[in-house]
T-cell receptor, first 118, second 112 residues
């Protein structure tokens, strides 16, 4: 498996523009998580899905942020409109609940998308 | 609420010396505890986890962690540090399902 895939790896945009980040989880995983990492705030959980259903979005900063998971192999995180304070590295992670494997509970992280909003 | 704390922002150690990165936890019930490592410009990578069983857990890259229930700690250790171990280390605890809450991270600097 190629692991968790995120695109783009880098995004530079101007304030006010719409930004869409994409994630493909590991095949067979039923949990998907979106995190944001900054020097000031560390690693923050934004939202997570279980079986494509959003379970907890309490970490989403404000209405400008939205996330969807239309199917088990794809998720998006959208920021509209973007602001300079949204500049961060955004990580997607997935995990499975296969009790028969040694990977139960472990989250596997993608390489991240570095977002810069000018 | 389940939480973990990493009391040190940075740990400095000389290459070849033993290293310890500290983590304490607060949970209701039995804890599921994890350590992750993040190298520059990379995502977090799983190192090891404790769910049940032996208090000493062995993981990747020669790391191990000791679960101590009486001290509510789960410190990460390695007998002999390498310069390549320099990275950001995160302790985490399972909250519910597969959701984890992470500590603030500890930067490990190993000097030659």
């Amino acid at each position: 498996d190629a692991g968790v895939i995120q695109s783009p790896r880098h995004e530079v945009t101007e304030m006010g523009q719409e930004v869409t980040l994409r994630c493909k989880p590991i095949s067979g995983h039923d949990y998907l998580f979106w995190y944001r990492q900054t020097m000031m705030r560390g690693l923050e959980l934004l939202i997570y899905f279980n079986n494509n259903v959003p379970i907890d979005d309490s970490g989403m900063p404000e209405d400008r942020f939205s996330a969807k998971m239309p199917n088990a192999s794809f998720s998006t995180l959208k920021i509209q409109p973007s602001e300079p304070r949204d500049s961060a590295v955004y990580f997607c992670a997935s995990s499975g609940t296969g009790r028969g494997t040694r990977y139960y509970n472990e989250q596997f992280f993608g390489p991240g998308t570095r977002l810069t909003v000018l | 609420a389940q939480s973990v704390a990493q009391p040190e922002d940075q740990v400095n150690v000389a290459e070849g010396n033993p290293l310890t990165v500290k983590c304490t936890y607060s949970v209701s019930g039995n804890p599921y505890l994890f350590w992750y490592v993040q190298y520059p410009n990379r995502g977090l990578q799983f190192l090891l986890k404790y769910i049940t069983g032996d208090n000493l857990v062995k993981g990747s890259y020669g790391f191990e962690a000791e679960f101590n229930k009486s001290q509510t700690s789960f410190h990460l250790k390695k007998p002999s540090a390498l310069v390549s171990d320099s990275a950001l280390y995160f302790c985490a605890v399972r909250v519910s399902g597969n959701m984890l809450t992470f500590g603030g991270g500890t930067r490990l600097m190993v000097k030659p």
